[in-house]
């Protein structure tokens, strides 16, 4: 959809919205304690999540990182899915055994990723190079922050994927902020589009915040990707509107470019143009926004009722087969 | 070292050309299967492991890689989570560190964590001898036995080395496969004729003795079984398991000897602290206490890193010598 139709682009304001709602009630449940683990925020990067995960076909393949909570909504996981994984429930999609948003399946069209960040990278290539291999034309994407590319794996994946011109799309969202880390102390290139010539790997960027401008753009570097032209870099200038995660009250950060990036939501932006070009009404994002947190809240509701796993589920699924996890054979044993 | 018996009439095949066919036979047999890694393909690997691969296999399942093993191992475990079954060759065991991330927490923790299995083998020549100095001559496998998840094998014979890569590709599971350099071209089997697999998980008795069990694996089986028949003219009959596999331990053929010979010597070349040998000892202090006559003893390299100058690492390496004199320490309990 080089040009998104007004039911698509509808689509795209509910996920967007979901995703703030999603998120609110998540900090809501944190500050009641039900919330296991830390919790790490994407206020005001919904429009890259949302954006980049929409240019993706049925059958493609998506490597989240833990501010793409809208990437994963649009991959097809619900409201409930989403608390039950932070709350460590039975019904969560790892079963209590990941938490926040480490979960999904290549079946399912999402890979769980790991928090060593850049390691997704050479493992969505892997993905591209086995679909290639499986002459399934499907493509790869993943997500990569401004701390991420100062990493060894992003590099090694980077230059492998570009040297094997595999269909792989990285967003690198350039959200500012590396926990308390400013993008001037991670690299000394002038943007992350610019790492991408080191690899012979094109690359865009663009504002991080206009949901329509990351959706062309990857839907660009998605074709491209499809039609066996290798991978494409898409940078995404955003900003991380709260701390690393929900304990860090981020003072390190300058209030001012804080100020001005409120003024900037991504979310209030895209609903402002769909009212100017007259294709919603206050009224038509009203009911959306009603429907949204109708869901959100049955689906926390759902989450919390919903029990934790049994504990001694704790030694199951390390191997393919049972028998051969050593830990329920020590266990056995203490219990004998 | 003992030269391995030989069978008349068919001809006898290295280690090295075991570990090649079984490579071979798995890729013929199963589309999946391909192989991965630096200087495979055009140069057929450094210690020619997949020599001839490329003409046979074609570049897509042969695939030349950057000098990368975060993408070689990266690779394989995207590709084995599409259902693929990839070979990843790191050139020396040493460099399996450089993708230790990619093997310990995706390839390991992926089937507990979401249920998507990571069917790898990530293999390469571990173990010193050949004055490769502190980075060519590596046993790195108590590094990984730490990780659920992971299985670890390591083959002290021909056939084993063929039965077991076969066995690795088959598996559901991430496993790493060590291969002992020093072996590469020094022992020979008479192989098997037809499918030989070696199931993982399972010891394999090499000697029969009375007096006490050598618990070793890799290149220390020859020096335990050389050992042994030193020890056999003073008196001292002992036997010698090959571990094969080091995760998961086959705690009850260990515990099946000791509990016959009621003492055990634990030998590996890798370095003391924290190795494979600490756990065996350990399972037997937990399992069979009661059947022990003496203390559980290990022979294995100092903790300290290979050492390059040949008389350094000939003092380094764990040989007869020293096995025989903690055996007879053993005996005389």
Redesign the interface.
Known sequence: MADPTREQRIAVYRHMRTTRLVEEKLVHLYRQGKIVGGLYRCLGQEATAVGSAFALSKGDILGPLIRNLGSVLVMGFTPRDVFAQHMGKASA???G??GNL?????EQGV??A???LG?L???????????R??RRPIV?MTYIGDGGTST??FH??M??AG?ERLPLVVVAENNGWAYSTPFRKQTAARSLADRATAYGVPADSVDGNDVLAVYEACRRAVDRARRGEGPTLVEAKTYRMKGHAEHDNQEYVPKQELEAWIRRDPIEAFARALLESGLATRQDLAAIDREASVLVERDADLADKSPFPAPERALE?????AS????E?AAG?AAS | MTAPARAAGRPSTTYVEAIREGILEEMERDPRV?VLGEDIGVYGGAFRVTEGFLARFGE??VLD??L????I????????????R?VAEMQFADFFSCSF??IT??AA?????????VPLVVRGPSGGGVHGGPFHSQNPEAYFAHT??L?IVQPATAADAKGLIKAAIR???PVLFFEHKFLYRRVRDVLPEGDHVVPI?KAALRRRGRDLTILTYGAMVWTALDAAATLESEGIDAEVVDLRTL???D?EAILESVGRTNRALVLHEATRTGGIGAEIAAVLA??CFDSLDAPVLRVTAPDTPVPFSPPLEEFFLPDVEKVCRAARTLAGY
Do not use: C, W
Request: no cysteine.
């Open positions: 999609p790892s079963g055994k990941d480490h979960l999904g399946t290549p890979v769980s790991i928090s060593m390691a990278v050479p493992v969505m290539a892997g993905i591209a190079l086995a679909a291999m499986q790869a060894g794996p090694e994946g230059n492998f040297v699924g390390v191997y393919a087969v051969e996890t050593p830990s054979v044993r | 391909f897509e399942r890689t950057p990368s093993e975060t993408a191992v990266g690779a394989a475990v995207g590709a084995a989570m599409m259902g693929m990839p991330d990619m927490n995706f923790k992926s089937r507990y964590r979401t249920g998507v299995g659920p998840g299985k598996d559901d599971d998980g995760l998961p331990l705690e937990e399992r």
